[in-house]
């Protein structure tokens, strides 16, 4: 088996926006994610979010183009208004026929 390099695209945002965000990356051609409750501090202390319910971090696994469509589709639609980290690395997966 070979593994192949695909980009694994992490979020974390306000809960607020979990059902939101999903739907977007679904559309944009996300076959699959992982959701998991955070909580944390960055730039601008703690969230204020925070006290009202857990942040997410949302994964999922795709194609360069995907990812990068994902990407700009968060920046327009949430960095501005909302507490949203977004990034994408490079990884290398078994079966990434399953992924994009």
Same mark, same amino acid.
């Given at each position: 088996?070979? &593994? ?6 992490? @979020? @974390? ?16 051609? /996300? ?5 998991? =409750? ?9 969230? =204020? %979010? ?16 995907? #990812? ?6 968060? %920046? #327009? ?8 980290? /977004?990034? /994408? ?6 079966? &990434? =026929?399953?992924?994009?």
């Amino acid at each position: 088996m070979q &593994p192949t390099t695909i980009a694994l695209v992490t @979020i @974390i945002a306000e809960g607020v926006l979990r059902d939101r965000i999903v739907e977007a990356i679904s559309a944009l051609g /996300a076959r699959g994610y992982t959701i998991v =409750e955070v909580h944390g501090r960055g730039a601008r202390g703690v969230s =204020e %979010q925070f006290w009202y319910g857990a942040q997410v971090r949302i994964e999922t696994l795709v194609s360069a183009d995907t #990812a990068d469509a994902i990407l700009d589709h968060l %920046q #327009a639609n949430y960095f501005a208004d909302y507490s949203v980290v /977004a990034y /994408a690395s490079d990884v290398r997966v078994a079966r &990434p =026929e399953k992924y994009v």
